[in-house]
């Protein structure tokens, strides 16, 4: 049968507060970062992306660091509203062809 | 408004018996991907197109097979489903630039082998 789900690291949030989500990427040679968000049922959803000749992107209240020495990017989302509820992957671009790895996720849980 | 589409949302089959599930897209993009979800885990590519170039990723099993006959339409077949083979499949789209681009995800399709 399908094996048993893994338990995703979760975040847990005061509405208002800031968010800080972050993700281990494993390719020093990857060049293209992004963050989706994912609600339960539906599929991936864009937030923000950045290039690895870049250190920070800002978004509408999102901002997404990128540290290349290691291999370290994070997520910020600032006043963490009830709607940012949902989990959030990071991905790596690894090829010249587009493909994308996925990191293990983090869920995020705003309480109100 | 230009999306990536699938169908149906939610399908339900028996272990052994083939199954298909559809993938459309307006945005006329080179490359589709498919991906499989698991409960709490990160999608993983099976395969993409890149136009009607095939490319397989090394472990996805044979059962798995697609299909793509023309730009907007893509087709993922799974030819004995196995009660592992329950999962969320997400079909993706990127333009197919060289380098790095952005892929745009549909709702996915939830599948139950009973």
């Known amino acids: 049968g399908e094996s048993v789900g893994l338990h995703l690291p979760t975040l847990s949030v005061q509405e208002g507060d800031n968010s800080i989500i972050n993700c281990a990427y494993s390719n020093s040679a990857s060049d293209y970062f992004i963050w989706y968000k994912q609600e339960s049922g539906k599929g991936p959803q864009f937030i923000i992306d950045?290039?690895?000749?870049?250190d920070k992107r800002q978004g509408q209240r999102v901002t997404v660091l990128l540290n290349k020495t290691v291999k370290h990017l994070s997520l910020q989302i600032a006043a963490t509203q009830p709607g940012d509820s949902a989990v959030y992957f990071c991905a790596e671009n690894i090829d010249q062809g587009g493909k994308l790895i996925f990191g293990q996720g983090t869920e995020l849980s705003v309480k109100p | 408004d230009a999306m990536v589409i699938q169908n149906p949302r939610y399908q339900v089959t028996q272990f052994g018996k083939p199954v298909t599930l559809s993938c459309s897209q307006t945005?006329?993009?080179?490359?589709m991907y498919w991906y499989q979800q698991k409960s709490s885990q990160a999608p993983k590519l099976l395969f993409h197109?890149?136009?009607?170039?095939?490319?397989n990723e090394a472990d996805t099993p044979d059962n798995f097979q697609s299909r793509r006959p023309n730009t907007s339409f893509c087709f993922l077949d799974i030819r004995s489903p196995g009660l592992g083979d329950a999962a969320m499949y997400l079909c993706?789209?990127?333009?197919?630039?060289?380098?790095?681009?952005?892929?745009?995800f549909g709702p996915g399709t939830r599948l139950t082998v009973l």
């Open positions: 945005l006329n993009h080179n490359v």
């Open positions: 993706a789209t990127s333009r197919g630039d060289r380098g790095a681009n952005e892929q745009f």
């Open positions: 950045i290039r690895s000749n870049m």
């Open positions: 197109y890149y136009d009607k170039d095939f490319n």
